[in-house]
T-cell receptor, first 112, second 114 residues
Framework: QKEVEQNSGPLSVPEGAIASLNCTYS??????FFWYRQYSGKSPELIMS????GDKEDGRFTAQLNKASQYVSLLIRDSQPSDSATYLC????????????FGDGTTLTVKP | DTAVSQTPKYLVTQMGNDKSIKCEQN?????MYWYKQDSKKFLKIMFS???????INETVPNRFSPKSPDKAHLNLHINSLELGDSAVYFC?????????????FGSGTRLTVV
């Protein structure tokens, strides 16, 4: 079992729709959860972080965390073509080394 | 005003050569990392330094050797390059503090071994 698994994608949604990206993790002691966006040929960029169960909203982005189910998701409302990218879920375990383990990524395409 | 800068951006070299990648951050972060991203976009950690001390050393061939002269710099030296080393190498930094901070990545170094 992979430490961090994301829905395989690719995911395609029409402009204005809600895009839903999912991630599960295996380490029950994980503390911090991150979503990164990576445009083709560019470096990953942190867009959301979440540490407590529940929802966290930032503009059009909402991260949802359920530690009991070991599940974290990212919702993108009113999707725009500029949201087309690969979204990487990252999970930090409970050690002081601060290592984040990444999922394989889900490629999102928003069609105009 | 680049926060995490890597050089070079592109590196094309022949098998068997030795090469170095440099990384510098001006964010005042105390932890720096090297990640390798393969052709399938999977990001795998290689090394991490915290205030010049090596704290993560994943299963990486010993041809790869990191060096951190100070907490703002983390370099990666690769000996006897092989075809399988071709990938994008990302430097990242993070502020220590209960792990509640994500990474800031450099722009990456695309290494091609021919």
């Amino acid at each position: 079992q992979k430490e961090v698994e994301q829905n395989s994608g690719p995911l395609s949604v029409p402009e204005g729709a809600i895009a839903s990206l999912n991630c599960t993790y295996s380490d029950r002691g994980s503390q911090s959860f991150f979503w990164y966006r990576q445009y083709s040929g560019k470096s990953p960029e942190l867009i959301m972080s979440i540490y407590s169960n529940g929802d966290k909203e930032d503009g059009r982005f909402t991260a949802q965390l359920n530690k009991a189910s070991q599940y974290v998701s990212l919702l993108i409302r009113d999707s725009q073509p500029s949201d087309s990218a690969t979204y990487l879920c990252a999970v930090k375990g409970n050690t002081n080394a601060g290592k984040s383990t990444f999922g394989d990524g889900t490629t999102l395409t928003v069609k105009p | 005003d680049t926060a995490v800068s890597q050089t070079p951006k592109y590196l094309v070299t022949q098998m068997g050569n030795d090469k170095s990648i440099k990384c510098e951050q001006n964010l005042g972060h105390d932890t720096m990392y090297w990640y390798k991203q393969d052709s399938k976009k999977f990001l795998k950690i290689m090394f991490s330094y915290n205030n010049k001390e090596l704290i993560i050393n994943e299963t990486v061939p010993n041809r790869f050797s990191p060096k951190s002269p100070d907490k703002a710099h983390l370099n990666l030296h690769i000996n006897s390059l092989e075809l399988g080393d071709s990938a994008v190498y990302f430097c990242a930094s993070r502020l220590q503090g209960q792990g509640r901070y994500g990474y800031t990545f450099g722009s990456g170094t695309r290494l091609t071994v021919v």
